[in-house]
């Protein structure tokens, strides 16, 4: 078999890999109402598209980035993995930092929670929601 008869026979694999793991990701979550587990409803549903999507990640790097298959494989998976750590940093960071602007944006919830930490009971006659 010639070379570019292996690289089209690649990626027509890795096509149809790819196709079949995004149907069955797009069929789970038309039918999750079926795929919903009791104390975290959306729990079984972000477990398989998870690994769906990992899976997906693992079938495009084989089959279109030919990770694995070039003269200097260890150069370009120390690279890889590089790239994974900076892009988790990132992301990680980035939800980090929304969470904790989510917590200081949020006055009156803030409030209530320290209160409720601190065990601090307010009398009603201070207490700004007051209704008359």
Do not use: C
């Amino acid at each position: 078999m010639t070379d570019s008869k292996k690289l089209m026979r690649s990626y027509l694999i890795g096509f149809v890999l790819s196709l079949g793991l995004t149907l069955i990701a797009f069929v789970l979550t038309t039918i999750q109402s079926d795929f919903q587990g009791k104390a975290y409803p959306d729990l079984p549903l972000a477990v398989a598209l998870v690994t769906l999507a990992i899976t997906q990640l693992i079938v495009q790097l084989l089959f279109f980035f030919h990770l694995g298959h070039e003269a200097k494989p260890r150069l370009n998976l120390a690279s890889f993995l590089f790239m994974l750590m900076v892009v988790g940093i990132v992301a990680f960071g980035s939800l980090w930092i929304m969470y904790h602007l989510n917590y200081n944006m949020m006055p009156h919830e803030v409030e209530t929670y320290i209160q409720q930490e601190e065990n601090i009971e307010l009398d009603s006659s201070n207490d700004h929601e007051h209704h008359h």
